[in-house]
């Protein structure tokens, strides 16, 4: 994701800028709010930087940002089970007005790529648990 900044908004004491990767995690929060919604689906590279403990809150996400509008582009996980149409109309909703909402840019798309359905590990069935030992037998003798 490009560090470059784009204005956003003059004003008499300076002007307001807003970096790609700040309205992306703005859209990553938003849909990771959505009931339905797994995970985002980045890049193996995403992946693998998760893996040495670093959050990415920019994966599976692409943005565009102009002077007054911006485009997201979300690759998702969807969890088994939730209709994925509207989950995905949702998603499109909350990004839409949380953007919107947080920075002032008009949000003229929200496309949403559903890469993967996510299902639950299934849980294994408790082992019974072990019958107890059987009492040691009486002495026969004193």
């Known amino acids: ?12 004491g300076g002007k ?13 929060l938003a849909a990771g709010d959505v009931e339905g919604v797994h995970a985002m689906s980045g890049t193996a590279m995403e992946g693998l930087t998760e893996k040495f403990g670093k959050k990415s809150y ?3 996400i692409r943005v565009e940002v102009g ?21 995905a109309k949702k998603v499109q909703q909350e ?4 953007i919107e909402t947080m920075t002032g840019l008009r949000v003229v798309e929200v496309n949403v790529f559903v890469n993967a359905i996510f ?11 072990p019958a107890p030992a059987p009492a040691a037998p ?5």
């Open 16 to 28: 307001v800028v807003f970096a790609e990767d700040v309205v992306a995690t703005i859209a990553s």
């Open 138 to 142: 009486a002495p026969r003798v004193k």
């Open 67 to 87: 002077t007054e509008e911006c485009a997201v582009d979300l690759s998702l996980i969807i969890k088994y089970g939730y209709r994925i149409q509207e989950v």
């Open 95 to 98: 990004v839409k007005n949380a």
């Open 119 to 129: 299902f639950e590990p299934e849980k294994k069935a408790e082992a019974p648990a």
């Open 1 to 12: 994701m490009d560090e470059k900044e784009i204005n956003v908004e003059s004003t008499q």
């Open 58 to 60: 920019t994966k599976g």
